[in-house]
C-alpha cells in the first residue's frame, strides 16, 4: 500500500505569518504532487500542483518539491484567516492514474 | 472551468435500501473515481474507471459497485445500504497522466446517513 502521510495537525499561525504543511510519500515512482484545499462542509479543491524538484510559486503559495527525500510542502506567505481550512497532499501512484491522499492538515489562522 | 456534478447532495436511506449516486463530467475527461471521505480516515478510493464500461477496485470497494455506460457518467450504487456506510461520498474526473499530469478534480459531494 503506498502511503502519504502528513504531519498531525491541528496548526495554528497568526494572520500574516507563513504556514508551512509538510508531507512525506513512499512511493519512489511517483511523479505528480498536488495540493487541495477543503473548507469544512465542502469537496477538495485543486491549490497547486507540482512535478518538478525545487519551488513553484503562486501569489501567496509555494510548493516544494524533493524527490530524493520523497517530500513535498506547501508554504503559505501572509496567511489570512480565510486560508483557515484543511489541506490535503496527493501523490500519484506510480504507473497509475490514481491519486493517494493524505489525512489532511487543518490550518486555523487567527486574526 | 471543469464541471463534476453530483445529483444528489442529501440522502437519506434506509438499511438494506439499494441507493444510487450519480455523477456528470462536462470535461470529455476518461477518468473518473469515487471516493469517501471520513473523519480521521481521510479520502479513501471506492472505485476508479479509466474508460466505458471500464472499472477498477479501489482501496475499499467492499459493498459497493460502479456503472460507467457513457463517457461522462459514472454511478455508484450501494445495493444493500448499511449504517457504516454512512458518508460523504465525492465524485471525481481527470484525464490521463500523459496529457496533464492527472489533475483530479471534483464534485460538491453527496452526504449519505443511513439509518
Known amino acids: 500500500q503506498k502511503e502519504v502521510e502528513q504531519n498531525s495537525g491541528p496548526l495554528s499561525v497568526p494572520e500574516g505569518a507563513i504556514a508551512s504543511l509538510n508531507c512525506t510519500y513512499s512511493d519512489r515512482v511517483s511523479q505528480s504532487f498536488f495540493w487541495y484545499r477543503q473548507y469544512s462542509g465542502k469537496s477538495p479543491e485543486l491549490i497547486m500542483s507540482?512535478?518538478?524538484?525545487g519551488d513553484k510559486e503562486d501569489g501567496r503559495f509555494t510548493a516544494q518539491l524533493n524527490k530524493a527525500s520523497q517530500y513535498v510542502s506547501l508554504l503559505i506567505r501572509d496567511s489570512q484567516p480565510s486560508d483557515s481550512a484543511t489541506y490535503l497532499c496527493?501523490?500519484?501512484?506510480?504507473?497509475?492514474?490514481?491519486?493517494?491522499f493524505g489525512k489532511g492538515m487543518k490550518l486555523t489562522v487567527n486574526p | 472551468d471543469v464541471k463534476v456534478t453530483q445529483s444528489s447532495r442529501y440522502l437519506v436511506k434506509r438499511t438494506g435500501e439499494k441507493v444510487f449516486l450519480e455523477c456528470v463530467q462536462d470535461m470529455d475527461h476518461e477518468n473518473m473515481f469515487w471516493y469517501r471521505q471520513d473523519p480521521g480516515l481521510g479520502l479513501r478510493l471506492i472505485y476508479f474507471?479509466?474508460?466505458?464500461?471500464?472499472?477498477e477496485k479501489g482501496d475499499i470497494p467492499e459493498g459497493y459497485s460502479v456503472s460507467r455506460e457513457k463517457k461522462e457518467r459514472f454511478s455508484l450504487i450501494l445495493e444493500s445500504a448499511s449504517t457504516n456506510q454512512t458518508s460523504m461520498y465525492l465524485c471525481?474526473?481527470?484525464?490521463?497522466?500523459?496529457?496533464?499530469?492527472?489533475?483530479?478534480?471534483f464534485g460538491e459531494g453527496s452526504w449519505l446517513t443511513v439509518v
Open positions: 474507471s479509466y474508460d466505458v464500461k471500464m472499472k
Open positions: 496527493a501523490v500519484n501512484q506510480g504507473g497509475s492514474e490514481k491519486l493517494v
Open positions: 471525481a474526473s481527470s484525464t490521463p497522466t500523459r496529457l496533464s499530469g492527472n489533475t483530479i478534480y
Open positions: 507540482i512535478y518538478s524538484n
